[in-house]
């Protein structure tokens, strides 16, 4: 079963707009929920982790239980933000992991 | 720093062969995973490891398998490749195996299988 879904394979905005990256899951228990970053040629790196309730880079994230969603925000969208995101879930039970299928960013100058 | 560091950067196998992948995890970390990434799809989790232990599986066959060492270094081996198994291979350290733990990832191996 589908844990993670990202709706959007490729999303363009332009810079200086405000962005949304969809993410939304599947799961019974209370989950962890991570939002995780690839630039270009460079490795995975977390972004942020709704436990810590931090603003990374100008993005926040707000876990929402009643529509099981962990979207992605930024008001001015940056050059610099376009890479591919991606959600992920960790279990609070036997350590599973899962990672949607990533929403390319693209930030038009 | 020194990085999640994997080996070999590349390789290519033909169906049937038997593959090892390597993983050393930055120091100070105690917990390795390895996760497949099929082209154009998310990373999907195939094993974690902890103090030596296996700690989580993902729905992956038999033909996966894993250890991890003393040293926390990990490898990650697949017998009777199929051209299905053709992917990237990813490992992240981790310090422990708390459900919020942040992931460092090593770049990858890329594995073609002909």
């Known amino acids: 079963a589908q844990r993670v879904t990202q709706p959007e394979k490729l999303l363009s905005v332009f810079k200086g707009a405000p962005v949304e990256l969809k993410c939304n899951y599947s799961?019974?228990?209370?989950?962890?929920l991570f939002w995780y970053v690839q630039y270009s040629r460079q490795r995975l790196q977390l972004l942020l982790r709704h436990i810590s309730r931090e603003s990374i880079k100008g993005f926040t994230a707000d876990l929402n239980k009643g529509e099981t969603s962990f979207h992605l925000k930024k008001p001015f969208a940056q050059e610099e933000d376009s890479a591919m995101y991606y959600c992920?879930?960790?279990?609070?039970?036997?350590?599973?992991?899962?990672f949607g299928t990533g929403t390319s960013l693209t930030v038009i100058p | 720093d020194a990085g999640v560091t994997q080996s070999p950067t590349h390789l290519i196998k033909t169906r049937g062969q038997h593959v090892t992948l390597r993983c050393s995890p930055i120091?100070?970390?105690?917990?390795v995973s390895w996760y497949q990434q099929v082209l154009g799809q998310g990373p999907q989790f195939i094993f974690q490891y902890y103090e030596k232990e296996e700690r989580g599986r993902g729905n992956f066959p038999d033909r996966f398998s894993a250890r991890q060492f003393p040293n926390y270094s990990s490898e990650l081996n697949v017998n009777a490749l199929l051209l299905g198994d053709s992917a990237l291979y990813l490992c992240?350290?981790?310090?422990?195996?708390?459900?919020?733990?942040?992931?460092?990832f090593g770049s990858g191996t890329p594995l073609s299988v002909l």
């Open positions: 120091s100070g970390h105690k917990s």
């Open positions: 799961y019974s228990g209370s989950p962890e």
């Open positions: 992920a879930l960790s279990e609070n039970t036997g350590n599973q992991f899962y």
């Open positions: 992240a350290s981790s310090v422990g195996v708390a459900t919020n733990e942040k992931l460092f």
